[in-house]
């Protein structure tokens, strides 16, 4: 069984600039949920998406925009950075959209200047 | 609209001590709670969800649908328990939202 696995784990980045993180799902998950973790609060819903569509979204702007590949990998794509996206981003799947259990990725460490 | 609230953000007991973390949602539906919990260098990971009503390392947790809490609990702490440990909700959206979470420290 794969675990889920997220690249980079660090980056950093300068505002206005655009940035892909990506995300390899367990095998045989069909859904991703993408999170926002700053620091010392809990993780914030991105997005999610089921079999390689949007199934529900945040409270983000739509700078904020993500893919599924029918091969259980995932994208978040940030466009014009600010300051304030510095976070960690966590990617998780799941078996199913519907309350299933979450398996996480480690994150990806994004620091913006 | 969905919310979990976790009124602390660090509880400190000793090795032995009753522990209790505390969760209150806010959800009109009927609600799928859950316990994440995030051990030093390693991943967030389920540690139980409330229809399995099932003891996990010595933690359990109740769905009180009067007073909208799921507080997680453990008898006798261990220092193994050190952690962070996050509060979900899924509602009718199916997506779960996450409290704040709260730091456990167990003194030896």
């Known amino acids: 069984e794969t675990g889920v696995t997220q690249s980079p784990t660090h980056l950093i980045k300068t505002r206005g600039q655009q940035v892909t993180l990506r995300c390899s799902s367990q095998?045989?998950?069909?859904?991703v949920s993408w999170y926002q973790q700053a620091l010392g609060q809990g993780p914030q819903f991105i997005f999610q998406?089921?079999?390689?569509?949007?199934?529900g979204r945040g409270n983000f702007p739509p700078r904020f925009s993500g893919l599924q590949f029918p091969n259980y990998s995932s994208e978040l794509n940030v466009n014009a950075l600010e300051l304030d996206d510095s976070a960690l981003y966590l990617c998780?799947?799941?078996?199913?959209?519907?309350?299933?259990?979450?398996?996480f990725g480690s994150g990806t460490q994004l620091s913006v200047l | 609209a969905q919310r979990v609230t976790q009124p602390e953000k660090l509880l400190s007991v000793f090795k032995g001590a009753p522990v209790e973390l505390k969760c209150n949602y806010s959800?009109?539906?009927?609600?799928?709670l859950f316990w994440y919990v995030q051990y030093s260098r390693q991943r967030l990971q389920l540690l139980l969800r409330?229809?399995s009503r099932e003891s996990i390392k010595g933690f359990t947790a109740d769905l009180n649908k009067g007073e909208t809490s799921f507080h997680l609990k453990k008898p006798f702490a261990q220092e193994e328990d050190s952690a962070m440990y996050y509060c979900?909700?899924?509602?009718?959206?199916?997506?779960?939202?996450f409290g704040r979470g709260t730091s456990l420290i167990v003194h030896p």
């Open positions: 998780a799947s799941s078996l199913d959209r519907g309350g299933e259990k979450l398996f």
């Open positions: 095998s045989g998950h069909n859904t």
């Open positions: 998406y089921y079999r390689e569509e949007e199934n």
């Open positions: 959800y009109s539906g009927s609600p799928e």
């Open positions: 409330h229809i």
């Open positions: 979900a909700l899924s509602g009718g959206s199916y997506i779960p939202t």
